[in-house]
T-cell receptor, first 116, second 110 residues
Framework: KAGVTQTPRYLIKTRGQQVTLSCSPISGHRSVSWYQQTPGQGLQFLFEYFSETQRNKGNFPGRFSGRQFSNSRSEMNVSTLELGDSALYLC???????????????FGPGTRLTVL | EDQVTQSPEALRLQEGESSSLNCSYTVSGLRGLFWYRQDPGKGPEFLFTLYSAGEEKEKERLKATLTKKESFLHITAPKPEDSATYLCAVQRGRDDKIIFGKGTRLHILP
């Protein structure tokens, strides 16, 4: 079956702009999690959505937001971009078993965001 | 503060030379621990989930173990295709948040 897809794969923006990233999970998966990966900080959890509701949230400012649609596809938005937002943004999907994200997560290839 | 520390940061081995990667953690109420493999330019690939101390899981040349303070990823007779960054993550029990370590870059020389 098809894996997790993320669009776009690469994006260049300037400071102050906003950006929307998209993630399509594996068919049948209801949970989508977003992560930011940088060389200095590694992988950091942004948030998780399950059945269109945010189920968990990391320690990122309110400029980072997301949503999930009824077909489980998810979008992540970053407003007022800063240079430090340059990173690889990864999306992961899972079945979304009761009680959290302990079931196996399948990651997409990521979106490489560069902020100039 | 809850954290996950992986060591070493980087490791170079000869093909066939077995070794272990370490993931030590301090977290309030561990729900589980994950191991992932990440190749350059790709998203992480799930390897194992461990839930309780004493648990072990194996997959091909990899074996993951868990104690109350750390996890080990043992690599037996590695091959060049095992070269990747190996990531460890824990899920915190009180709020289900997932915390990743910074990874170990493994390079297997032919």
């Amino acid at each position: 079956k098809a894996g997790v897809t993320q669009t776009p794969r690469y994006l260049i923006k300037t400071r102050g702009q906003q950006v929307t990233l998209s993630c399509s999970p594996i068919s049948g998966h209801r949970s989508v999690s977003w992560y930011q990966q940088t060389p200095g900080q590694g992988l950091q959890f942004l948030f998780e959505y399950f059945s269109e509701t945010q189920r968990n949230k990391g320690n990122f400012p309110g400029r980072f937001s997301g949503r999930q649609f009824s077909n489980s596809r998810s979008e992540m938005n970053v407003s007022t971009l800063e240079l430090g937002d340059s990173a690889l943004y990864l999306c992961a999907s899972s079945l979304g078993l009761a009680g959290g994200s302990m079931d196996e997560q399948f990651f997409g290839p990521g979106t490489r965001l560069t902020v100039l | 503060e809850d954290q996950v520390t992986q060591s070493p940061e980087a490791l170079r081995l000869q093909e066939g030379e077995s070794s272990s990667l370490n993931c030590s953690y301090t977290v309030s109420g561990l729900r589980g621990l994950f191991w992932y493999r990440q190749d350059p330019g790709k998203g992480p690939e799930f390897l194992f989930t461990l839930y309780s101390a004493g648990e072990e899981k194996e997959k091909e040349r990899l074996k993951a173990t868990l104690t109350k303070k750390e996890s080990f990823l043992h690599i037996t007779a590695p091959k060049p295709e095992d070269s990747a960054t190996y990531l460890c993550a824990v899920q915190r029990g009180r709020d289900d948040k997932i915390i990743f370590g910074k990874g170990t870059r493994l390079h297997i020389l032919p």
